[in-house]
């Protein structure tokens, strides 16, 4: 995968200039995999803050108990091993700086359209919607029962729930299931990181 950059025609010998490959099927410019420091290419990336998702995103899958009508749902949490994000240094200066361990984004605002359509095809439960303890639309689990909003339910997400583990017995529930994208999608969400995860991958 790659981070595509929005680049006009009279900057393409500048982007070329610092290590930018063209790719001439989809008519785009993009960051090698192997570019560890994203910021020389600051002025094509993304101005807000987010998250940019580099290497496959993965899904954590269990299943629990709708906190509405008490059936068994299935729920999920989007996942990434690397990534850059966007963070400001001061309120007038911001750097990409990237991240190496596993972290679950939770409030995700925005996802790629490439991204929807994947979790869509597998996962039709999990859907933007509007949630009252956020006063906005995320990207949540609802019940494949009462569609009620999980994600509404403080006590899923502030407390252990089945996709957060605690300890290694409990990740035992925890199914993971990779899935391969075209490039590098950005992603505004908040993140939880857990020492947990690192065990799990390693297994």
Known sequence: MAIRLKVNKKEHERV???????LPEEKIWVIPDDVRDINPYMEWLPGKECLIVQRPYFVTRAKMN???????????????KFGQELVYETNDRCVWRRWDCPMQFIEIEFLDPEVVKSLQDYYPFFQLTYSKPDRRKIWGNTCVHCHALQEENLEFVFEANPLTPATLEEAREIRIVY??????????????????????FER
């Open 179 to 200: 899935f391969k994208l075209k490039f590098d999608y950005q992603i505004r969400a908040g993140y939880c990181i857990s020492s947990i995860f690192d065990t799990i």
């Open 66 to 80: 709708c906190y509405k009508c008490g059936r068994e749902t299935p729920i999920i949490t989007l996942g990434v």
């Open 16 to 22: 070329k200039a610092l290590g930018a490959c063209w």
